[in-house]
């Protein structure tokens, strides 16, 4: 009796990875991802039972929200008892973003989910978006002693698989678009796939998979800079029903000490909003401890964001706003991670302090 093929599901949204150029005015268009399989007659070779299922028109990324999400969601749901492993195609701009909502959005995952795309569309001659493919493909089908080799939601982009939640995009233009700097990469790729096992989340007991489907989009995010006025931070503090804030700061987590932002801030504490420290760094996690004005955010009862990335700590906000989580609920929950979306030990080195 010959062994089950191992099947993956691809579920194209839209992006860059399935356009061609318009031959009139030169412009990118999305066309029937039928003709994404046309381009990669490779896919064949692969030896997997792959299907697909496309957003209907597809979505420019920047024009994803939560809504797509929840989509994505439910098409993995539905499937998931029928597939090995699922590759979502998707555009650059907002990957991040939805990576990390999936991350959190798919509880108890046993199985791989690997988001990848391109820069070039598929059917031009320096695309990289062949390799992306089906290397990603080749990813969500890996398994080890009959288990999924990495059984989380994963970015694959240009010889480097990342997890999700842990990774931005760093470049409009080149092909390593997207990066992990504040945790290695689970795989590197070149002649072979190089998976690092110590650092992926691997499912000890599998459950079944539980998917939510409720994210509050009452949340913003703040960015500090030099000049920024009240009139500004009074704007933003106070949207009506705003719920939590992602602050980006200076460094380990600095920001100005003027009396009048850290009265706003106290406010806005006071009120019941939730403020997550992160660093507007690239790498790097926010410690409050470190220098004075970090130490008077946290008075200010300013909770750290840690190594999050902003957009994980964005998402992550939505998320559990959107399970009617009280603010102290919510705040308990951002101080742990779910699913590796920040590094533990910068959790015990912060209590140690």
Not at 37 to 49: C, T
Request: hydrophobic share 40%.
């Amino acid at each position: 009796m010959s062994e089950k093929k191992i099947s993956v599901l691809i579920i194209y949204t839209g992006g860059t990875i399935g356009m061609i150029q318009d031959p009139e005015t030169g412009a990118l268009m999305p066309f029937n991802f039928d003709h994404l399989l046309d381009n990669v007659p490779e896919l064949k070779r692969l030896g997997f039972l792959i299907s697909s299922i496309q957003f209907e028109p597809p979505i420019d990324s920047s024009e994803i929200d939560p809504a797509s999400w929840i989509r994505l969601v439910k098409i993995i749901a539905d499937n998931y008892d029928t597939y090995d492993g699922f590759v979502v195609l998707h555009g650059t701009d907002t990957m991040a973003y939805t990576a990390s909502a999936l991350s959190f959005m798919l509880e108890n995952l046993a199985k791989p989910v690997i988001l990848t795309g391109s820069q070039l569309p598929i059917g031009m001659l320096r695309t990289d978006g062949k390799e992306n493919l089906i290397t990603a493909i080749e990813i969500a089908a890996a398994k080890e002693n009959g288990f999924p080799v990495v059984p989380e939601v994963c970015i694959f982009f240009q010889n480097h698989l990342m997890r999700g939640n842990r990774t931005s995009k760093i470049s409009a233009e080149n092909f390593n678009a997207f990066r992990s700097l504040n945790y290695p990469a689970l795989a590197r790729v070149g002649m072979h796939i190089r998976y690092d096992n110590n650092l992926i989340n691997k499912v000890r007991v599998p459950k079944p998979l539980k998917p939510h489907y409720l994210m509050d989009t009452n949340v913003v995010i703040l960015k500090i800079f030099p000049g920024i006025t009240p009139q500004t931070v009074d704007s933003i503090l106070n949207i009506p029903h705003l719920k939590g804030v992602v602050l980006e700061t200076y460094g380990t987590g600095n920001a100005p000490s003027k009396p009048w932002f850290l009265d706003m801030l106290r406010a806005a504490v006071a009120r019941g909003i939730v403020i997550v420290n992160v660093t507007q760094c690239s790498s790097g996690s926010v410690q409050m401890s470190l220098y004075g004005p970090g130490n008077k955010l946290a008075q200010a009862g300013i909770i750290s964001g840690y190594d999050s990335t902003t957009e994980a700590a964005i998402t992550k906000l939505m998320f559990l706003f959107g399970h009617g989580l009280s603010s102290e609920e919510v705040k308990d929950r951002m101080r742990l991670p779910l699913t590796g979306e920040y590094s533990t030990q910068h959790l015990e080195d912060q209590i140690e302090a």
